[in-house]
């Protein structure tokens, strides 16, 4: 029977090492760090998340500011708005939540924070750096996975490491910090035979999107099972993309949904963010 990951219990230790850390900051260089959310128009799950972020950065003793343009904004506004953001010194970071009303493109936007404020860690000149194993600011979902992998003891140095999903968020950025952490890396999406590849993870990242995609009796015994998955059902519960029940039976740990990667991302982005404000000056 597999032991649970409480990434509850984690996102609140990895605050705390932050808020000691902006104490330090206060105290010795004057400097709060900033972060500024822009959430655009009225997508009901952004509001949910965006009301986390902010009641994190409160939390760790940030300064927290959220604009909150209406849909109607015009992608020239949007970009207005993020290069005042890079030019305002109490701001260190500068995240732009998504998903973007259709008529602007989220790529453009994102390639116009400033690099050294993308506590998201999307902008491709970040992206680049992660994939050439250089220090930059780290997507905060694969960051915070890697902390858990920390917390539980698991070195992926030299085990098998299976990533589902490839996506620009999660799923391409786990498999370079896996590959960083000398992990033997597989990624796997709709062509893969997934049966086949999560027989051999040692490590298994599942971040899909698809309630229930991974099989219980697939995994490898004794494997780590990392659910990402947090997809809403039609009675309102959330389901992970591995089916847990069966799962559990065979793993030696695993995240739970909810409670298990999902409030690691926000400690992480207050992690990228105290690293923004910290080198900032
Ligand atoms: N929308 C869903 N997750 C995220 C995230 O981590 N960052 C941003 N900017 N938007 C999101």
Known sequence: MAQLIDGKAVAARVRAEVKAEVEKLKAERGLVPGLTVVRVGEDPASKIYVNGKKKAAEEVGFNSWELHPDDKITQDELLSLVDKLNKDPAVHGVLVQLPLPKHIDAERIISAVRPEKDVDGFHPMNAGLLSA???????????????????????????????????????????????????TVTVCHRKSNLPAEV??????????????????????????????????????????????????ERASFITPVPGGVGPMTIAMLMRNTLEAAKASR
Do not use: Y
Request: with cysteine; charged share 25%.
């Open 133 to 183: 194993g250089k220090p930059a600011p780290r997507p905060c979902t694969p960051f915070g996975i890697m902390r858990l992998l920390r917390e539980i003891g698991c070195d992926p140095s030299g085990k098998r490491a299976v990533v589902v999903g490839r996506s620009n968020i999660v799923g391409k950025p786990m498999a370079l910090m896996l590959l960083a952490a000398d992990a």
């Open 199 to 248: 027989a051999n993870a040692d490590i298994l990242v599942a971040a899909a999107g698809v309630p229930e995609l991974i099989q219980g009796e697939w995994i490898k015994p004794g494997a780590v099972v990392i659910d990402v998955g947090m997809n809403r059902m039609p009675d309102g519960k959330l389901k992970g993309d591995v089916e847990f029940d069966k799962a559990k």
